[in-house]
């Protein structure tokens, strides 16, 4: 819009139909001194008083062929601005358009100055259509041109320092935002307001993270992140500060006042006679190793932690039973300053409860004057105590209530084995209540209970089978039991020998005891079919914990009959074994080398992506790599990367796991160089289109580029390679070579054009030369194809559309999402990228097709179907477009090259260095010191890339590599590695951009006093 023109005022003309001819020379000019008018009315000429032939003007009439031109019809006569409307015979009087209304005539002349018709659709300047970009002011208002004709579109234009926005034509009315900038009646509006959910500063749509009225806006609108991190404060998914639990990092964490709350020992406790349990009042980072118990100032051992999946809490269990005392517990969260601790008193293992396992009582089924009874001692943990030595001395009384027949009464009542076995004087009948009291001499613990006489069936064995999966699965610490169920089969009869197999039933007269719930979990008694289709009783695993064992007892609470079940969980999978090979091609000095690495878990199965590895790797005890190295994923499989050094010192790399070392030595050979250029990549195209500005870029990047080696020289090595190209002197009628003086200059990218005007189809070679190697040269074919000799075109798909707004007001995000590539190919495949409106058009997805998208009831997508017609042949396509009104959500996140680099190769890069501050002085990395030298680049599901001004970073996390670094904050969007003066380091950084995580390495050194 730069070019467009001011004009202050115009004359608005009411014009009727145009006038439509071509307009011609007007021949030998009229003179006196040629012609005459003879008696007849017609023009002769002098000399011979032959009629005069053609179109010629005299004594302000037409003629044609001698004779006044014919009535009513139209004429233009002459050129450029000498050009002359006749109507009929005479110039036309009044105003008249012509040649489908790109020439304004007032009296059969070209009107001078600038004129609007009268219906203000069509602008004129010296009576020809305008050219280029017009902005006009009439009635009040102002209207914009192209070239000549009114601009219906939605257009800003910038005239005298002022910015307009005009739709339909003419300047905007109210207030409307377009192009990220507010308008109020075609004026910016540089008050700072939220509009349509936008947050508007000066009348631009906000850039970055602010503040507005209590409420947060990134890049102008409400984070949809559930929290977003500014000022050090947390901010939810409505811009206000975060309230509540929220997870940050992959931890549960409470905020308050968008604050994180810092964990604390909120209880610690025993919660059996070996394990204490520490809760906190939010997740706590830290290791297993970093928890310790104290007693007397005496550290105990510790077997295991389990610490909590949402880090709220964690059971230590020691190596030995809890005896009385006193216990400290201390927790060293990482990067905190000190320890957690806490006190916890201790008493010894007592008994706490004794229980009677039922109301009922069937008498034995050998003896009728016998029956027994199911009873439970539980510790102070509810532990099952009842075959300890602490339980031991359990005696038991019993008297019977009421009975049938008179005389009834217990002969003796003695405990053993869970059981009180009572005697009869003679057989009770169906009905007949005894009382039994259980009484611990020790601790005074009793219960008395009643229990009937029952001749109902009641459960009365027990049998378990062995730990069953139904394919045949091995229970670790990985299963999940949810999708993968593993059950202890139940055999459980009554006292008539009839199979138990009502779950419900089985649940109310069997009691379970689980010697180890740190372990694994069991549920009720539950029926499942089995294979045959008969009812199975089963005990389920329905949580598993850690590995270890835990023992499942079944008891029948009629008559203490019971059975046990030993449940190992086996530990989960870690890596098996690593090992190297030799890395492909020659080992150059300072270069990065990928050393391909064959993994496997501890069941011999492959592991191929980093993702995998990493997660066996924190759940393996012992992995060493080489100081400075790290796993990395290319093409599906794995690499261990090192950064070796000078020619001729050897390097060594090695990665030790459980024990087992692999090891590979290389001897870096000279620095790899550029040497010669053996073609141009394959996406670069190969065919210009004949009178087309554009042509084809070909930028260092996209040279094929052996080394010394005949080694490929990647992307990254590529781009500080200099060339000359240069189009070969016989073609230079063919092809030009721009940017820069390529003949001989040094460049990065050259632009290839044809330079042909008479748009004939030719070919031509470039010579690519790396500068000053003459011998490294590579001519590459360029074809011309003119449009004469198109035989097909075609249309690119479309990805996904993202839209905002509401039903009426839809709009696209980014208009470049929804245009499509047409091409066109000649007989020999050559192809051109065709440019729209010029050479093809698009409908069915205008900006009203879109704002008036219909999607059904909880659907996030919508379809239209464009056409796309090309120009000169009137071919048209149809391709269906899938609009979608998601929010965009990160799928992949990456570190590429900074700067101008970044939008050319979206590679990924493994390795940054930061510059070092000022001498003597510490050297601190951050987000935005690595912002300086590396780009982060995140492409979300509609397949576009957004930098961290989109989607910010969340979470920075440091490790060291090597070298002498401090680190504060770490894991979090404010994390720093610090680099004393002097010294030098090396550190892996792992950033978090909306839930996604890349990690590359960083190395830095800070100067020391100069």
Known sequence: MANAKFVKTAAAVALGASVVTTAVAPGAASAASKYKVNSKGHLVLKSTGSLVKGWVEFGGKLYKNGKLAPAKKYKIMGTGSSMKLYYGSNLKKGYKTANSKTLLFKDGKLVKGTKLTGDRTRYYEDGKLATGWDVVAADETKYIFKSGKLYKDPKTALREGVLNYFENGKLAEGTKAFSDTLFTDGTVDEKDQVFEDVLYVGGKKAEGTKLFEDTLYVDGKVPTAELTKFEEKYYDNKGKLANGEFELDGNKVTIKDGVVQTGEIESAKAVNTKTIEVKYTSPVEAAAADYTVTKDGV?????????????????????????????????????????????????????????????????????????????????????????????????????????KEAGLAIDSATVADGKVNLA????????DTVQITLVDPTTAKTVTKTVTISSEAIASTVEIGALTNKDGKT????????????????????????????????????????????????????????????????????????????????????????????????????????????PAGIVTANSTVLFPLAVTNTNGEAVKTVKEFEALKAKTAAVVMTEGTKVIEKDGALYLEAKVGAEGVPFTTYIIVNGKNSTKVVTPQKASEAKVITGVSADVAKAIRAGNAKGVTVKNTDLIVLDQYNQQLTKEQLADVKFTAVVAEADKDTLTATTGEVTDGEVTEATIIASNTDKTAKTGKVTFTLTGKADSAFAQTFSVVKDADFTGYTVSDLATVQVTGAEGTYKVVRDKDAQFTVTAKDASNNEVVLTESEDYNVSGISAADIEALKFAEGADTAKLTATITINATGEQFKKEVTFSKEAPKVQSVKFVKNATAAKDNSEAISEVTVPATAANEATVVNKDALLNVADIESVDQFSQKADVTIYAITNVTFTKVSGDVTFASNGLATATATVPAGKTAVVNVTVTVGGKTTTTTVNVTAPAAK
């Open 475 to 582: 229970l670790t610490e990985d299963v999940n039991v949810t999708k993968d169920e593993f059950y202890l089969p139940l055999t459980v009869k009554d006292q008539y020998g009839n199979a138990v197999t009502d779950a419900e039933e089985a649940a109310k007269e069997l009691t379970v005891t689980n010697t180890n719930p740190s372990v694994v979990t069991f549920g009720k008694p539950k029926t499942i079919k089995t294979a045959d289709g008969k009812d199975q009783l089963v005990l389920p695993v329905t949580d598993v914990h850690s590995a270890g064992s835990a023992v499942a007892l079944v008891i029948a609470n009629v008559n203490g009959a019971n059975a046990t079940a030993t449940v190992t969980v086996k530990e989960g999978l870690k890596l098996g074994s690593a090992t190297l090979s030799d």
């Open 424 to 431: 009869f004087n003679k057989a009770p009948q169906e009905g």
């Open 299 to 403: 550290k105990l051992n510790i077997a295991k932690v389990t610490i909590a999946t949402d880090k709220k809490s964690a059971q230590i269990e020691l190596t030995s039973k809890l005896a009385k005392g006193d216990y400290e517990v201390s927790v060293k969260p990482a990067d905190a300053e000190k320890a957690l601790t806490a006190k916890v008193a201790v008493a010894d293992e007592a008994v706490e409860a004794l229980s009677i396992l039922t109301d009922k009582v069937a008498v034995d089924d050998k003896d009728a004057k016998k029956a027994n009874v199911a009873y439970q001692v539980t510790n102070q943990y509810g532990e099952d105590i009842t075959a300890s030595t602490l339980a031991k001395d359990v005696k038991a009384t019993a008297t019977v209530k009421t009975s």
